[in-house]
């Protein structure tokens, strides 16, 4: 009896972390460029018992969870300041408050107080040498599909365009293998981030949408709630018939 308990309980938590996934996901529905959290869906493991396996199935996590590489929805803003990554690559960040460089699709830009570049989370876009860009304030600004930017300084005459730093982009190779890490930030795991080759066609003036589906996510929350729901009355089905045996042995009163 406590083997379906502890079968019950194990697939409760499991049930918990696919939840706490699903609200990560729909949270973040609205965010530039957000790549979707996929669900580990790990490994049964047997329990060990006088050297031999038991009964006791349960499931664990196999490894560090994945993310969804598909490219989210192109929307056409006009601004300039809003860029995007067609097809495959990545840009390369410098996390606000610190931390190594990271990877990311956002690219709604803006220009401090200060005259940092950076997108809409306050993360600082980084050039070919992996520095944080600095630009003056600008009259306007264009960016090209390699990633170069040229701009009219607002303290220049009309029609002199400044050339400025180019945005480091790269497509990684195939065989790496790009994990979320602890912070939420894009990066290859253990091993170094790849140097920037400017592989990525940079498009100005479109905004890149994450690649959650609003749809999805809801229909696999509604099934998550029947399971769950499965499994109390899984607990409460293990219960009563536990109750029952009991009274079966009891001696007569």
């Known amino acids: 009896m406590d083997r379906l308990i502890h079968t019950a309980l194990n697939s409760l938590a499991n049930l ?46 196999r490894g560090p969870h994945e993310f969804s590489s598909a490219p989210g929805m192109l929307n056409q803003t006009g601004e300039p300041m809003d860029i995007a990554i067609a097809e495959e690559g990545w840009f390369f960040i410098q996390p606000d408050g610190g ?23 306050g993360e600082a876009m980084l050039d070919q040498a992996l520095q944080p860009i600095d630009l003056p304030p600008v009259r306007s600004i264009t960016i ?26 790269v497509i990684p190779d195939a065989g790496l293998a790009l994990r979320k890490s602890p912070d939420g930030q894009v990066r290859a795991g253990d091993k170094p981030l790849p140097a920037p080759n400017q592989g990525a066609k940079v498009l100005q003036g479109v905004l890149e949408a994450s690649n959650v589906n609003t749809m999805e996510e809801l229909v696999s929350s509604i099934e998550l709630q ?28």
């Open 16 to 61: 918990r972390d696919t939840r706490v996934i699903q609200a990560q996901n729909l949270a973040s529905q609205t965010v530039p460029g957000f790549r979707r959290d996929l669900v580990n869906e790990g490994d049964p493991r047997f329990l060990q018992a006088m050297d031999a396996a038991s009964g006791r199935a349960f499931q664990t996590e």
């Open 99 to 121: 931390g190594d460089p990271a990877l990311s699709r956002r690219g709604d830009l803006r220009l401090t107080a200060e005259g940092r570049l950076v997108n809409g989370a």
């Open 144 to 169: 090209d599909e390699v990633g170069r930017i040229t701009f009219e300084a607002q303290d220049a005459p009309e029609g002199q365009v400044t050339e400025g730093p180019v945005l480091a982009t």
């Open 226 to 253: 029947r399971t769950f729901e499965l499994n109390l009355r899984m607990i409460s089905t293990a219960k009563e018939l536990d109750e029952s045996g009991s009274r079966l042995l009891r001696p007569p009163e």
